[in-house]
């Protein structure tokens, strides 16, 4: 699996190191008089996994939407690989977005294309120069990656969740996006195919690209040990590093 990732990074998604992958800066998201986010400061470097908790209405997914410019801030900078995202005119939201891949909690693959289908036409869609061929190839190789190479002629509905999330998650790195962003990827799954998304999430990682998770999943933030970032009522309360995350970080949230 992993030698078919490594023909699906950024080749500059490393030499970037140095420059973080993303940047909040002072962050500041208000929903009328209520403050979703509050000075929000952190980076993530390239490559890194992070884990992004906190209870419900927290902020976190106010923070994703920020990243992919789906909103702005209200105060603050958010930097996405070099770009000033806080800033970005609607013309060029297209430029970010091609850097980003995301992953939801309820997959969103479109229900009349079959699973190939679905992650070529997030190929085809950023770069009208593809052709059908190269895009069933690529498809096809994404969706190898993620176990399901014997799959691409299936329908979403003839797919488990996990492996509709799998199909999520190969049309979130088809475009080889330097950055990957999960909001409650295994919200929907049983235990066991939670870490079978959760392995991918770190191959991915291991290959180049920053990955960010927002999530609830206690059993897997505690076990893998990576950084993680606590959200609670919109401000950044924790951030602890890799290797120094428990049990006890689960005190700050619910
Ligand atoms: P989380 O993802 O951690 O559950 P959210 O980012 O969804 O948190 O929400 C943060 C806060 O902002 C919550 O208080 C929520 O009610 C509020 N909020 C989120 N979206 C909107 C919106 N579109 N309009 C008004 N308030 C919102």
Not at 78 to 97: F, M, N, P
Not at 116 to 138: C, I, K, P, T
Not at 176 to 194: F, Q, R, S, V
């Amino acid at each position: 699996m992993p030698y078919v990732f490594s023909r699906l990074v950024r080749p500059d998604a490393r030499k970037a190191q140095g420059r973080p992958l993303v940047e909040f800066n002072g962050v500041t998201r208000a929903y009328g008089s209520r403050l979703a986010l509050d000075e929000v400061d952190f980076r993530l470097e390239p490559g890194e996994l992070a884990f992004l908790v906190g209870p419900s209405g927290a902020g976190k997914t106010t923070l994703l939407k920020l990243i992919n410019r789906e909103l702005r801030p209200t105060q603050g900078e958010v930097w996405i690989d070099g770009i000033a995202a806080h800033e970005l005119k609607a013309s060029r939201v297209a430029e970010l977005r091609r850097r980003v891949g995301v992953v939801f909690q309820d997959y969103k693959l479109l229900p009349r294309l079959t699973a190939r289908e679905n992650v070529a036409l997030a190929l085809q869609v950023g770069d009208l120069r593809v052709s059908d061929r190269e895009a069933r190839e690529r498809a096809l190789d994404a969706l190898d990656a993620v176990g399901l190479g014997d799959r691409g002629d299936s329908m979403p509905h003839e797919l488990s969740g996990g492996q509709q999330q799998r199909v999520a998650v190969a049309r979130a790195v088809i475009r080889k996006p330097p950055l990957l962003i999960a909001d409650e990827p295994t919200g929907n799954l049983d235990m066991e195919t939670a870490w079978g998304i959760t392995d991918l999430l770190e191959d991915i990682a291991a290959f180049g690209i920053t990955v960010l998770v927002a999530t609830h999943n206690i059993e897997i933030v505690t076990r893998l040990q990576r950084r993680v970032l606590t959200l609670v009522n919109g401000r950044l309360v924790r951030d602890q590093p890799a290797g120094q995350t428990g049990r006890m970080a689960w005190l700050a949230s619910s």
